[in-house]
């Protein structure tokens, strides 16, 4: 089946109160227009057309090469923004599947579903529906006696009787490319809004004698629209808790879902326990039997098996097998933590490698540097990379061992199994098995202090 996808994402988004544009703003840490797009995708489709007008120049830098753009300069409705799309898809020859891009919780299986009853129909226009408790606000479907799918309703548009139905327009459609085009040029925008509605494609079709078809979502929270701050909080809350229980199921431990954020693309390995205020975002992916928080924040981080990490920020980076980390530690891109390293409270790591079991204890800055395995760092030491122009690399040889208080002024290496003093300041290589003191001679004045220091005070 040839499938082309056309997303509507010209609408301003009054209710948000936002100068950015209503798609653009974020669901699990993505744009939901960027959701939209990417689950179309996942069912693949060779054609991707996205409709954008305010904003859709930051749309347009947002989704990238992703897909193709068309301008709506004049939002005149739904309709109206489908007729933009003609001069690009009208010759197109397969299924046009339309949708929102403000659904950001639509899943795969719900449109292939639909497809398959597109193209199992012989429909020349298949709805997706959903069964509403509450409808206020959506397009009603409404079937004849036989229960075949004749028109939709507006919401400001039925009549009492239409709106008693709780069978919901999604705003999601497979449409044959062929049938459709022909009936955009015969609506009207003689309705409530005096806008060109797309749901009066349906009696159009019907009215010429097409078969229009509908599946109903089982799950109707897949339908739900965001307009507003107080929708895109109730879109978080469901795509956290499919989540979570996605991963419960799998055989993660979760203590506080209701205080656990997991973005929907990251990963979690079995018997991994995760504590309150774990929040896990972007390609993140965590091994088995690990201990994740509290208050741990994790943004495209791997993580192997057996670690720990509490109270920590980490960000594009990686740390392996049984390493533990925290509190209070900070990980920053391109930092590679070896198996069974430790980094205790109040370490920063920037841009490093560290080989296996190295220890920064605590109150350490290790920035540009590649450390060797068996290195104890002790509290207070910095590598000191950058001269104000250029930052230079440090390293640090196996077995090495860094007093306290030591300042490493890159370019340096320190070598393997050396010692550094406590307290000194390596501006020189230091070679294999040396000791390296760099600090001035300790000077003692005795009785410097007398009776009159202390009356002058």
């Known amino acids: 089946m040839n499938i082309a996808s056309l997303i509507l994402a010209a609408g301003k988004g009054t209710r948000m109160k936002s100068k950015l544009p209503k798609v653009l703003h974020k669901v699990g840490g993505k744009a939901m227009v960027e959701r939209v797009l990417e689950t179309v995708q996942s069912i693949g489709t060779n054609r991707d057309v996205v409709i954008v007008g305010f904003g859709g120049d930051a749309v347009q830098n947002y989704l990238g090469d992703r897909a193709e753009f068309v301008r709506q300069e004049e939002q005149n409705g739904t309709g109206h923004a489908v007729k933009m799309a003609q001069p690009v898809l009208g010759d197109y020859d397969g299924t046009i599947l339309l949708l929102c891009g403000d659904t950001p919780l639509v899943t795969k299986e719900s449109l292939e579903a639909l497809l398959e009853e597109h193209k199992n129909s012989g429909a020349a226009a298949t709805i997706l529906t959903a069964h509403m408790p509450n409808p206020t606000g959506y397009g009603r479907i409404i079937r004849n ?208 490698n560290v080989g296996e079991g190295t220890k920064f204890p605590h109150l350490s800055y290790i920035g540009d540097s590649d450390v060797g395995s068996g290195v104890n760092i002790g509290c207070g030491t910095i590598t000191v990379n950058y001269d104000g122009k250029v930052k230079h690399r440090t390293t640090i040889g196996d077995g090495a061992f860094v007093g306290c208080n030591s300042n490493l002024v890159a370019p340096v290496t320190v070598g393997n199994y050396s010692y550094v003093g406590a307290g000194s300041t390596i501006t020189k290589n230091v070679p294999d098995k040396a000791l390296a003191v760099g600090r001035s001679k300790q000077i003692v004045k005795e009785n410097w202090v007398t009776d009159d220091t202390f009356k002058k005070k």
């Open 145 to 352: 006696e036989e229960g075949s799918v004749v028109r939709i309703v507006e919401q400001k548009d039925g009549k009492p009787e239409e709106l008693a139905v709780q069978e919901v327009n999604t705003g999601m459609y497979a449409f044959d490319s062929q049938k459709l085009w022909p009936c955009l040029d015969q609506l009207s925008d003689d309705n409530a809004q005096g806008e060109l509605y797309i749901t009066d494609v349906v009696g159009i079709l019907v009215n010429g004698g097409d078969k229009v078809s509908a599946y109903m979502t089982k799950d109707f929270e897949e339908s739900l629209g965001v307009n507003s701050r107080l929708q895109l909080a109730e879109a978080e809350a469901i795509l956290k808790h499919r989540k979570n229980v996605e991963l419960m199921t799998a055989g993660v431990t979760i203590i506080d879902p209701a205080n656990t954020y997991v973005a929907p693309e990251v990963t979690v390995g079995a018997d991994t326990i995760l504590h309150p205020g774990t929040i896990l975002e972007g390609n993140t992916v965590i091994g088995e039997r690990c201990e994740i928080g509290p208050h741990t924040r994790l943004t495209n981080v791997k993580v192997g098996n057996d670690t720990i990490i509490h109270f920590t920020y980490g960000h594009d980076c990686e740390v392996k097998d049984g390493v533990d980390v925290g509190p209070y530690v900070h990980l920053r891109p391109n930092t590679v933590l070896g198996n069974k390293v430790h980094v205790g409270n109040f370490v920063e790591v920037k841009n490093s």
